[in-house]
């Protein structure tokens, strides 16, 4: 948002009009024209501090907040009070949301959240109720307030902004989105570190999609938009295409290179209608100087007809630029971008200048052996394995396994330290990774350190029929090592056909190594360490190349990644950062890969998605490149992105690549589509079986068991799992074996196991802990708190959930921030603090569905939604949000939640006393049990049946379900499921029960109390503490009336509305 001052800001004068007049800013009659400013400090929706007013405009006021949950400046867009209560002010709102979060780019406006500011449950304060978006918070100034203040642009000054501003129109337009109200005030120019502008388009609320109900932008009478800014047919009213944002992007283009709009008139409607009927005028009689291609460019830009324009806005600022196409990575000011996306349907490979999509042969670059056997010349393995694969790569005509996935298949494969492979060796590297040319050498330092020649031997081998394509030896000088690996790699590249080096690629190539001799070696040796997985010395080590030579780009490249590995986030950042500035002189496909990690590092989602996405459409064979745009998508949550990107992926030439399918079962995952997860799961256990790729067996059994467990497969996903943590300690992968452990510990107590659960967790938290590993340590101890909720210690269930947010929150890991508010929604609620946890539940639950996309989440946030409004007695909204997640968990094939829920629903029906409907569910939640073979779940479904069959009359059978759900639950270590049972034998005790039966299921009572009462567990002391007084009061005890009294008391003013009623009850 602009930071202008609103002193600053001039109304028209009577019979003057704005340029820049929107004209849907008009207020029906009857309704006010604005509503209250809101007051700095001022709290919205328990979330968002008020820092400052930014600006208002016909929808409302923006204003400057801080985001208290996630510690960060955003921006608030509010409409006025009275029009928020309109459903079609409502509807452009989560309009301008759900088109915003279809366009991921850097030049787009970051939309974040919808939500609702309540002043508080009286008729008074709901009519002044609000909706809200929060959105990037963009400082800086507006395109039409820079041309306001500074006049017209230099072609040199429009181009760069121009280019950026194409790149957001053109994803929008390949996202199937129409802006329709693109205008210079549109435009944020926001200052960059190095000196430039990032143009960001903003203000999607008059967008349209494909697919999307549009009635609000085709109500009787109403023209929407920006009238000097429309094109021809949208103020004529008809239909639109991407050719009409071209046409507005026209209108800002020649704007900012004459400084004037091409139409001029009294009235914004005089100048709408003059472009029906003439010309626009000469751009270079008004500015002179401008070349001729610029003038044609501009008025086919503004041409009447839509077929007559440019196709896309790239093509647009192509044509300016004298149709020569961009190297779009020469200017800071954005990062590269296509440059034709097509203006309705997306293409998700495209075609680049100087890239193909044939695939490119695939070569894997071992480490030379060291046949001295010296430890002092051992650094030069990897130094030769990174000039050697430099060399290879400049130019990108073939593919090199990165040094990461080379370690990783020497070690699944046990490879073989020689330098000449066995011809079954080479076809199982072939089966492993897809290579078709391996090379491999030794070297031999002779002499002195300063006179220490050296002879490097090289061998190149074909893996589908293991002869030898090229042998190579070259001597020389080790202080010559470059010159030698130059002389060689010319050799190779002539023998492979792919063509000299440039001068600027030697110098490219030069720029691999540092130049420093000890800082090459100490190179060498933190990249060792850091495929090692020794993170301290990796720090150790690159630390002090970069201080012998702070202009080396990969060194603080490889810092960085060390740094992350030993979880300094912030000096990780630094170190990313710095690469970053230094990345300009590094190869394109280097530079792009230092450009996306940086994004990644910092958790800008948006930036990173981009530039993963280049990269895959540069090299649309490189299946690393496509799975870190999956996993960027997935992190930023954009879910369906992800999928979309998946399609892509399983196309040739990379289709069959055992990498692609587990992505698709993690990103399936999130989609709440377990079904799909799985098979993606299994064909991924599969593919890497057959490969010998033994460590993503693990991941894939890892994705396979997780997919099996939410499908109700426990046993089986059992099985999977400690599969899973065998083979990751085998090969030495001690995260992947504890976030294993991590899961197998889930599925332990979903089977009623929680104290084996229990050792498990702390096993998986002190290796994540030895790791120094954040993320597993989140994760354990999250988990670790569901447990202890379950357990009955909600006091730690709190401590270490609350731990776990913030751990999180620090992390940038919104998502899995968001969801652990759903878990100390839970807690909260079991502990007693229904306020707190409503906030919560209905905040994440919009958060996952708005936000996220994760209808996973956004079950069991309604679920807990749900058996919260139940504790309250508001039954009619306690339907609503167990019937929704029903809904959700239905769709997603999710057989264990869905008994969750339909139990849930039995006890609802219960509380609305309909007992033969709550039979009906709580039987149906008995089967849906057995069928899993939960035997502990369905014995709490049983005593929800016992208690159904005792309302509707029939205590014989009461007694029967609850006989058999001690049978199931005997033992048990569930502390819900247990109180479910004692506070049934309870109630059947004090309907039906003798003397002996009732004063028995008293000190069972007493004993649930106080474990209640240790827990902290609220709900459970006071449905102990009703049923005590019953059968005191059926006893005949003088004490239980008061003690009814006092409860109902007691739980009317906690919020319990359902329990003060049951003990109003007791008392007639």
Same mark, same amino acid.
């Given at each position: 948002?602009?930071?202008?001052?609103?002193?600053?800001?001039?109304?028209?004068?009577? $019979?003057?009009?704005?340029?820049?007049?929107?004209?849907?800013?008009?207020?029906?009659?009857?309704?006010?024209?604005?509503?209250?400013?809101?007051?700095?400090?001022?709290? *919205?929706?328990?979330?968002?501090?008020?820092?400052?007013?930014?600006?208002? $405009?016909?929808?409302?006021?923006?204003?400057?907040?801080?985001?208290?949950?996630?510690?960060?400046?955003?921006?608030?867009?509010?409409?006025?009070?009275?029009?928020?209560?309109?459903?079609?002010?409502?509807?452009?709102?989560?309009?301008?949301?759900?088109?915003? !979060?279809?366009?991921?780019?850097?030049?787009?406006?970051?939309?974040?959240?919808?939500?609702?500011?309540?002043?508080?449950?009286?008729?008074?304060?709901?009519?002044?109720?609000?909706?809200?978006?929060?959105?990037?918070?963009?400082?800086?100034?507006?395109?039409?307030?820079?041309?306001?203040?500074?006049?017209?642009?230099?072609?040199?000054?429009?181009?760069?902004?121009?280019?950026?501003?194409?790149?957001? #129109?053109?994803?929008?337009?390949?996202?199937?989105?129409? =802006?329709?109200?693109?205008?210079?005030?549109?435009?944020?120019?926001?200052?960059?570190?190095?000196?430039?502008?990032?143009?960001?388009?903003?203000?999607?609320?008059?967008?349209?999609?494909?697919?999307?109900?549009?009635?609000?932008?085709?109500?009787?009478?109403?023209?929407?938009?920006?009238?000097?800014?429309? &094109?021809?047919?949208?103020?004529?009213?008809?239909?639109?295409?991407?050719?009409?944002?071209?046409?507005?992007?026209?209108?800002?283009?020649?704007?900012?290179?004459?400084?004037?709009?091409?139409? /001029?008139?009294?009235?914004?409607?005089?100048?709408?209608?003059?472009?029906?009927?003439?010309?626009?005028?000469?751009?270079?009689?008004?500015?002179?100087?401008?070349?001729?291609?610029? %003038?044609?460019?501009?008025?086919?830009?503004?041409?009447?007809?839509?077929?007559?324009?440019?196709?896309?806005?790239?093509?647009?600022?192509?044509?300016?630029?004298?149709?020569?196409?961009?190297?779009?990575? %020469? =200017?800071?000011?954005?990062?590269?971008?296509?440059?034709?996306?097509?203006?309705?349907?997306?293409?998700?490979?495209?075609?680049?200048?100087?890239? &193909?999509?044939?695939?490119?042969?695939?070569?894997?670059?071992?480490?030379?052996?060291?046949?001295?056997?010296?430890?002092?010349?051992? @650094?030069?393995?990897?130094?030769?394995?990174?000039?050697?694969?430099?060399?290879?790569?400049?130019?990108?005509?073939?593919? #090199?396994?990165?040094?990461?996935?080379?370690?990783?298949?020497?070690?699944?494969?046990?490879?073989?330290?020689?330098?000449?492979?066995?011809?079954?060796?080479?076809?199982?590297? +072939?089966?492993?990774?897809?290579?078709?040319?391996?090379?491999?050498?030794?070297?031999?330092?002779? $002499?002195?350190?300063?006179?220490?020649?050296?002879?490097?031997?090289?061998?190149?081998?074909?893996?589908?029929?293991?002869?030898?394509?090229?042998?190579?030896?070259?001597?020389?000088?080790?202080?010559?090592?470059?010159?030698?690996?130059?002389?060689?790699?010319?050799?190779?590249?002539?023998?492979?056909?792919?063509?000299?080096?440039?001068?600027?690629?030697?110098?490219?190539?030069?720029?691999?190594?540092?130049?420093?001799?000890?800082?090459?070696?100490?190179?060498?040796?933190?990249?060792?360490?850091?495929?090692?997985?020794?993170?301290?010395?990796?720090?150790?080590?690159?630390?002090?190349?970069?201080?012998?030579?702070?202009?080396?780009?990969?060194?603080?490249?490889?810092?960085?990644?060390?740094?992350?590995?030993?979880?300094?986030?912030?000096?990780?950042?630094? &170190?990313?950062?710095?690469?970053?500035?230094?990345?300009?002189?590094?190869?394109?496909?280097?530079?792009?890969?230092?450009?996306?990690?940086?994004?990644?590092?910092?958790?800008?989602?948006?930036?990173?998605?981009?530039?993963?996405?280049?990269?895959?459409?540069?090299?649309?064979?490189?299946?690393?490149?496509?799975?870190?745009?999956?996993?960027?998508?997935?992190?930023?949550?954009?879910?369906?992105?992800?999928?979309?990107?998946?399609?892509?992926?399983?196309?040739?030439?990379?289709?069959?690549?055992?990498? *692609?399918?587990?992505?698709?079962?993690?990103?399936?995952?999130?989609?709440?589509?377990?079904?799909?997860?799985?098979?993606?799961?299994? +064909?991924?256990?599969?593919?890497?079986?057959?490969?010998?790729?033994?460590?993503?067996?693990?991941?894939?059994?890892?994705?396979?068991?997780?997919?099996?467990?939410?499908?109700?497969?426990?046993?089986?996903?059992?099985? =999977?799992? %400690?599969?899973?943590?065998?083979? &990751?300690?085998?090969?030495?992968?001690?995260?992947?074996?504890?976030?294993?452990?991590?899961?197998?510990?889930?599925?332990?107590?979903?089977?009623?196991?929680?104290?084996?659960? +229990?050792?498990?967790?702390?096993?998986?938290?002190?290796?994540?802990?030895?790791?120094?590993?954040?993320?597993?340590?989140?994760?354990?101890?999250?988990?670790?708190?569901?447990?202890?909720?379950?357990?009955?210690?909600?006091?730690?269930?709190?401590? =270490?959930?609350?731990?776990?947010?913030?751990?999180?929150?620090?992390?940038?890991?919104?998502?899995?921030?968001?969801?652990?508010?759903?878990?100390?929604?839970?807690?909260?609620?079991?502990?007693?603090?229904?306020?707190?946890?409503?906030?919560?539940?209905?905040?994440? +639950?919009?958060?996952?569905? *708005?936000?996220?996309?994760?209808?996973?989440?956004?079950?069991?946030?309604?679920?807990?939604?749900?058996?919260?409004?139940?504790?309250?007695?508001?039954?009619?909204?306690?339907?609503? @949000? #167990?019937?929704?997640?029903?809904?959700?968990?239905?769709?997603?094939?999710?057989?264990?939640?869905?008994?969750?829920?339909?139990?849930?629903?039995?006890?609802?029906?219960?509380?609305?006393?309909?007992?033969?409907?709550?039979?009906?569910?709580?039987?149906?939640?008995?089967?849906?049990?057995?069928?899993?073979?939960?035997?502990?779940?369905?014995?709490?479904?049983?005593?929800?049946?016992?208690?159904?069959?005792?309302?509707?009359?029939?205590?014989?059978?009461?007694?029967?379900?609850?006989?058999?759900?001690?049978?199931?639950?005997?033992?048990?270590?569930?502390?819900?499921?247990?109180?479910?049972?004692?506070?049934?034998?309870?109630?059947?005790?004090?309907?039906?029960?003798?003397?002996?039966?009732?004063?028995?299921?008293?000190?069972?009572?007493?004993?649930?109390?106080?474990?209640?009462?240790?827990?902290?567990?609220?709900?459970?002391?006071?449905?102990?503490?009703?049923? /005590?007084?019953?059968?005191?009061?059926?006893?005949?005890?003088? !004490?239980?009336?008061?003690?009814?009294?006092?409860?109902?008391?007691?739980?009317?003013?906690?919020?319990?509305?359902?329990?003060?009623?049951?003990?109003?009850?007791?008392?007639?």
């Amino acid at each position: 948002m602009s930071l202008r001052s609103p002193s600053a800001q001039k109304d028209p004068l009577p $019979g003057e009009f704005s340029e820049d007049k929107d004209i849907t800013c008009t207020v029906p009659s009857g309704h006010a024209s604005s509503s209250r400013r809101l007051a700095e400090g001022e709290l *919205i929706a328990g979330r968002y501090r008020i820092l400052r007013f930014v600006d208002e $405009g016909g929808m409302g006021a923006v204003y400057a907040v801080e985001d208290l949950s996630l510690q960060e400046r955003v921006a608030l867009k509010v409409i006025h009070a009275r029009g928020a209560s309109a459903p079609q002010m409502i509807k452009r709102f989560k309009r301008e949301l759900r088109l915003a !979060r279809r366009v991921t780019h850097p030049n787009v406006c970051r939309v974040f959240d919808l939500g609702e500011h309540t002043l508080g449950t009286e008729p008074e304060a709901a009519a002044s109720a609000f909706t809200f978006l929060t959105m990037e918070f963009l400082e800086g100034e507006t395109l039409k307030e820079c041309l306001t203040h500074h006049g017209r642009l230099t072609p040199e000054k429009l181009l760069p902004l121009a280019e950026q501003m194409a790149a957001a #129109l053109d994803a929008a337009h390949a996202a199937q989105v129409i =802006h329709r109200d693109f205008k210079s005030s549109n435009v944020m120019l926001v200052p960059t570190a190095c000196g430039g502008s990032r143009a960001v388009v903003t203000d999607f609320g008059l967008a349209c999609g494909e697919g999307l109900d549009d009635d609000i932008a085709t109500q009787e009478g109403t023209v929407m938009g920006t009238l000097c800014y429309m &094109s021809p047919e949208q103020v004529e009213g008809r239909s639109l295409t991407p050719a009409s944002d071209l046409y507005s992007f026209g209108v800002v283009l020649f704007e900012m290179a004459t400084g004037q709009l091409p139409f /001029q008139g009294n009235t914004p409607m005089i100048v709408a209608v003059k472009r029906l009927f003439e010309p626009p005028p000469s751009p270079r009689h008004l500015v002179p100087g401008l070349s001729a291609a610029w %003038e044609a460019a501009l008025l086919r830009g503004l041409a009447r007809q839509p077929q007559e324009r440019f196709t896309t806005a790239g093509e647009f600022v192509e044509a300016l630029r004298g149709a020569t196409p961009s190297r779009a990575l %020469e =200017h800071p000011l954005a990062l590269p971008h296509p440059e034709k996306l097509p203006a309705v349907e997306p293409a998700p490979v495209m075609t680049f200048p100087g890239s &193909s999509t044939a695939a490119r042969r695939v070569v894997a670059v071992l480490a030379p052996r060291n046949l001295s056997g010296q430890a002092s010349s051992a @650094w030069l393995s990897t130094a030769l394995a990174e000039m050697l694969s430099a060399e290879l790569t400049a130019g990108s005509q073939v593919r #090199l396994l990165s040094g990461e996935s080379v370690d990783r298949m020497c070690r699944e494969l046990s490879l073989p330290v020689v330098d000449n492979l066995a011809p079954d060796t080479l076809q199982r590297i +072939r089966a492993h990774s897809g290579v078709e040319l391996v090379l491999t050498g030794s070297y031999l330092v002779l $002499g002195a350190a300063d006179s220490a020649g050296i002879r490097l031997n090289l061998r190149l081998q074909e893996t589908a029929t293991g002869e030898t394509a090229v042998l190579l030896t070259q001597t020389g000088m080790e202080r010559e090592l470059l010159s030698i690996v130059l002389g060689l790699g010319a050799r190779l590249r002539e023998r492979l056909g792919i063509g000299p080096l440039t001068d600027e690629q030697v110098r490219r190539v030069r720029g691999a190594m540092p130049a420093h001799p000890d800082a090459a070696r100490l190179y060498a040796e933190g990249l060792l360490a850091l495929r090692n997985h020794e993170a301290p010395l990796a720090v150790e080590r690159l630390e002090r190349v970069v201080a012998l030579e702070p202009n080396f780009a990969p060194g603080h490249s490889a810092l960085a990644t060390a740094f992350k590995h030993f979880f300094l986030e912030t000096r990780a950042r630094a &170190s990313a950062r710095r690469a970053f500035e230094l990345s300009e002189g590094l190869p394109r496909e280097e530079r792009l890969l230092v450009v996306a990690r940086h994004h990644e590092m910092h958790a800008e989602w948006t930036l990173a998605i981009e530039a993963y996405r280049t990269l895959f459409e540069f090299f649309p064979d490189n299946v690393e490149y496509g799975t870190a745009l999956v996993g960027a998508q997935a992190s930023a949550g954009l879910t369906r992105e992800a999928l979309s990107t998946l399609e892509a992926l399983q196309r040739p030439p990379v289709g069959e690549d055992a990498r *692609i399918d587990l992505v698709a079962a993690t990103a399936t995952a999130q989609a709440g589509d377990f079904q799909a997860s799985r098979r993606h799961a299994e +064909r991924a256990v599969a593919r890497a079986r057959r490969a010998g790729q033994e460590l993503l067996v693990a991941s894939a059994l890892l994705a396979q068991a997780f997919a099996m467990r939410n499908l109700g497969e426990h046993v089986q996903a059992l099985a =999977h799992l %400690e599969e899973s943590v065998r083979l &990751s300690l085998a090969k030495g992968d001690r995260g992947g074996a504890a976030r294993g452990i991590i899961a197998r510990s889930i599925v332990l107590c979903d089977l009623g196991r929680m104290h084996d659960a +229990r050792s498990s967790f702390a096993t998986a938290l002190r290796v994540a802990r030895e790791l120094q590993n954040r993320v597993l340590e989140a994760e354990a101890l999250g988990n670790a708190a569901w447990l202890s909720c379950n357990l009955g210690d909600l006091k730690v269930a709190l401590k =270490h959930t609350r731990r776990v947010k913030e751990m999180f929150r620090r992390l940038e890991m919104r998502a899995e921030e968001a969801a652990y508010d759903v878990q100390l929604g839970m807690v909260l609620r079991r502990h007693g603090d229904l306020d707190e946890a409503q906030r919560l539940l209905e905040q994440a +639950r919009q958060v996952q569905n *708005i936000v996220f996309g994760d209808e996973y989440t956004e079950a069991w946030a309604s679920y807990e939604l749900g058996l919260l409004y139940l504790d309250r007695g508001e039954l009619t909204l306690a339907r609503r @949000w #167990l019937e929704r997640a029903l809904v959700l968990r239905q769709a997603q094939g999710m057989r264990l939640f869905i008994a969750e829920t339909v139990l849930a629903l039995a006890g609802l029906e219960l509380d609305s006393r309909r007992p033969l409907v709550a039979l009906a569910q709580a039987e149906r939640a008995c089967a849906l049990y057995a069928e899993q073979r939960h035997l502990t779940m369905q014995g709490r479904a049983q005593a929800v049946r016992a208690q159904a069959l005792l309302a509707g009359g029939e205590p014989q059978r009461a007694r029967e379900a609850l006989a058999r759900a001690r049978e199931l639950t005997a033992h048990n270590e569930h502390v819900l499921i247990t109180s479910e049972v004692v506070l049934t034998e309870a109630r059947v005790a004090l309907r039906t029960g003798t003397p002996e039966e009732r004063q028995a299921a008293a000190r069972e009572l007493h004993a649930l109390g106080l474990q209640a009462a240790r827990g902290e567990m609220l709900g459970v002391r006071l449905e102990v503490r009703l049923l /005590q007084a019953e059968l005191a009061l059926v006893g005949g005890e003088t !004490r239980a009336t008061a003690e009814l009294r006092s409860l109902e008391a007691e739980a009317g003013r906690l919020g319990y509305r359902a329990l003060a009623l049951k003990a109003g009850a007791a008392l007639e």
